[in-house]
């Protein structure tokens, strides 16, 4: 029987916690990015929504309820591509200072 040498171990077990470490971050960090570009996605449908809001409505031809849903949710994916393809900056803004704080938190 061979004696367990603890150096070795100990080794092993600090590698296995680095590797842990390392698969967490990483899984935070994709986390961190996503949740940024859906904030972004949001204030820039909200920006959206306060630009339509500026524009007189037609008198001749009134709104339907269909109409207004169809508005909101071409919004919602203008501004969701808009945050995924060509992003104001917001994002990366978010992401920057959330990872910050969490690299504090992780000291």
Same mark, same amino acid.
Do not use: C, W
């Given at each position: 029987? &061979?004696? /367990?040498?603890?150096k070795l171990t100990f080794a092993?077990?600090?590698?296995? $916690?680095?590797?842990?470490?390392?698969?967490?971050? %990483? #899984?935070?960090? #994709?986390? /961190? #990015? #996503?949740?940024?570009?859906?904030?972004?996605? /949001? !204030?820039? $449908?909200? !920006?959206? =929504?306060? !630009?339509?809001? *500026?524009?007189?409505?037609? =008198?001749?031809?009134? =709104?339907? %309820?269909?109409? =207004?849903?169809? +508005? +909101? !949710?071409?919004?919602l994916e203008i501004a969701t @591509?808009?945050?995924?393809?060509? *992003?104001?900056?917001?994002?990366?803004?978010?992401?920057?200072?959330? $990872?910050?704080?969490?690299? @504090?938190? &992780?000291?």
């Open positions: 029987m &061979n004696p /367990i040498d603890p092993a077990a600090q590698h296995v $916690q680095q590797q842990e470490t390392v698969s967490s971050t %990483n #899984k935070d960090d #994709k986390a /961190i #990015k #996503k949740a940024a570009a859906e904030f972004e996605a /949001i !204030m820039v $449908q909200s !920006m959206f =929504k306060a !630009m339509r809001k *500026s524009v007189p409505e037609g =008198k001749l031809f009134p =709104k339907s %309820n269909a109409e =207004k849903i169809y +508005e +909101e !949710m071409l919004d @591509q808009v945050s995924q393809k060509q *992003s104001l900056g917001l994002a990366k803004q978010i992401y920057e200072q959330m $990872q910050s704080k969490l690299n @504090q938190e &992780n000291k």
